[in-house]
């Protein structure tokens, strides 16, 4: 497995694994947390990547990609300054359970060093659906920090 920041051109392979996170999200909650448009999704992630507010991390089988974690630079007086965030994070089913995910936390952790951030954060989808996720996250040195992620939706 190699690990690396993307270019631009490969958006459109990470917005395809972004809507499979979405739909396995709700797939496991019967819930419908997100609408999914596959092209927004890669002209997002083009233009993002490209004016550099979003940081992609892939894993690579050869020259597919396989996993992913999206991260954002952010600001808080909490957190004494700058701080990653997590966007989103996922592997494919099939590399699960084979160190790719911690692999790729630890590239994530590095770029997040060489950033000078002091921390990172993330989101797990909701639990109980979504236990394993937490535990993934707090074997490889995350911990759980507060309550209920929220959003108001701005039409």
Same mark, same amino acid.
């Given at each position: 497995? =190699? @690990?690396?920041?993307?270019? =631009?051109?490969?958006?459109?392979?990470?917005?395809? /694994?972004?809507? #499979?996170?979405?739909?396995?999200?709700?797939? !496991?909650?019967g819930?419908?947390?997100?609408?999914?448009?596959?092209? /927004?999704?890669?002209?997002? #992630?083009?233009?993002y990547?490209?004016?550099?507010?979003?940081?992609?991390m892939?894993?690579?089988?050869?020259?597919?990609?396989?996993?992913?974690?999206?991260?954002c630079?952010? +600001?808080?007086?909490?957190?004494?300054g700058?701080?990653?965030?997590?966007?989103?994070? +996922?592997?494919?089913?099939?590399? !699960?359970s084979?160190?790719?995910?911690?692999?790729?936390?630890?590239?994530?952790v590095?770029?997040? =060093?060489?950033k000078?951030?002091?921390?990172l954060?993330? #989101?797990?989808?909701?639990?109980?659906?979504?236990?394993?996720t937490?535990e993934?996250?707090q074997?490889?040195?995350?911990?759980?920090?507060?309550?209920?992620?929220? =959003? @108001?939706?701005?039409?």
């Amino acid at each position: 497995m =190699k @690990y690396k920041i993307i270019e =631009k051109y490969q958006s459109g392979e990470i917005a395809k /694994l972004a809507v #499979c996170l979405t739909n396995e999200i709700i797939e !496991r909650t019967g819930i419908q947390h997100f609408d999914v448009d596959v092209p /927004l999704a890669i002209s997002l #992630c083009e233009n993002y990547v490209s004016n550099g507010i979003y940081h992609v991390m892939a894993a690579f089988d050869k020259d597919q990609i396989i996993g992913f974690g999206a991260i954002c630079e952010s +600001y808080s007086l909490y957190a004494e300054g700058a701080f990653g965030i997590i966007q989103e994070f +996922y592997v494919m089913p099939e590399y !699960r359970s084979k160190e790719v995910g911690k692999s790729l936390i630890q590239e994530i952790v590095n770029f997040a =060093k060489d950033k000078s951030w002091k921390r990172l954060e993330l #989101c797990t989808p909701p639990v109980p659906k979504f236990d394993r996720t937490v535990e993934f996250y707090q074997s490889n040195g995350f911990e759980i920090t507060g309550g209920y992620k929220m =959003k @108001y939706a701005i039409v």
